[in-house]
């Protein structure tokens, strides 16, 4: 029976409200999310449904292309279905043209010895368009804020299959936050917003989110943090799991994955890995792991049979 004790959108929980989730809960308890691709990786992240990921790294860290490789992933493995809103990335050709070359691992570059073919793009842009809703700005005064863009994944997923819907990156959207204070308040308030819409609807929420640029310490620079992002420690308060992808050099193909912040529990824990970027085929492999695709399909063969 639902609680008649309520005042101001609250409410006091009885047991009829939560008994069915509480059954979920215990039964999922120690149930990973989604392996995506590494090894090493699945020992920190997994990817579930009901939650929320925040990316950051500096400029050509490669964040963006590790988030597309972990949502390519889990198109191939799982069937899973992507809202992605890239205007970081570049237009609607050059996302798609990406997605094509990490699902095919050939290059639209005519002067490199992989280049794609005709027939190549051809069959692979269904496959692509038919896992991935990519949403482009038509009109260049259209200004679209965080929520309108999670209340369209949401609506989306009225009418079609959709699990995760990704945003690269939030200096791309609207932020009306005068209208809720300040910056601070303004994060209070659509941070929790977006975990709920997340919780509520079966989705994973992705956003990708640009750290002040931190100074050198002997000639390096260390890898940012959550409180180095505007309003870090609101995002860090309200945040579900937060990476970060570092690379000391953009000409590097090694990158660092930091995870700052994982949760539930049971879908990894804090620390660090090390993977490398393959340019050619515009991709990530484990130096253990040279041949990621023969150890995907058997690793992903086991892990097909978690419920999320």
């Not at 977006?194 to 919780?199: D, V």
């Amino acid at each position: 029976m639902e609680s008649t004790v309520e005042l101001n959108g609250y409410k006091i929980t009885e047991a009829g409200d939560v008994i069915t989730q509480l059954f979920k809960y215990r039964d999922n308890y120690n149930n990973k999310g989604k392996y995506l691709g590494f090894k090493s990786l699945h020992e920190h992240y997994s990817m579930s449904l009901g939650n929320c990921t925040d990316w950051t790294g500096f400029p050509m860290s490669g964040k963006t292309q590790v988030l597309m490789e972990c949502l390519m992933n889990t198109s191939k493995f799982y069937g899973w279905k992507h809202l992605v809103y890239f205007p970081d990335v570049g237009s609607n050709v050059e996302i798609i043209a990406d997605l094509i070359h990490k699902k095919t691992g050939k290059s639209f570059n005519p002067l490199d010895k992989n280049t794609i073919e005709d027939k190549e793009i051809t069959q692979a842009i269904d496959w692509v368009l038919e896992h991935f809703k990519v949403l482009t700005k038509k009109d260049v005064k259209a200004k679209l804020t965080p929520i309108q863009f999670w209340d369209m994944a949401v609506e989306l997923k009225k009418h079609d299959e959709l699990h995760t819907a990704s945003i690269d990156s939030w200096k791309d959207l609207n932020h009306p936050y005068s209208d809720y204070g300040g910056y601070a308040q303004y994060l209070e308030y659509v941070l929790p917003y977006r975990n709920q819409i997340a919780e509520d609807n079966d989705l994973h929420l992705h956003t990708i989110i640009h750290p002040k640029l931190t100074e050198k310490e002997n000639g390096k620079r260390n890898a940012p943090v959550p409180y180095d992002l505007k309003g870090g420690s609101e995002w860090f308060n309200s945040g579900k799991c937060m990476i970060t992808v570092h690379r000391q050099d953009p000409t590097f193909n090694l990158a660092e994955i930091h995870f700052n912040k994982i949760k539930p529990r049971s879908n990894g824990n804090i620390g660090m890995i090390e993977i490398w970027f393959d340019k050619e085929k515009l991709s990530y492999f484990e130096q253990s792991n040279p041949a990621p695709n023969v150890y995907e399909k058997a690793f992903a063969c086991k892990q097909i049979i978690i419920k999320n």
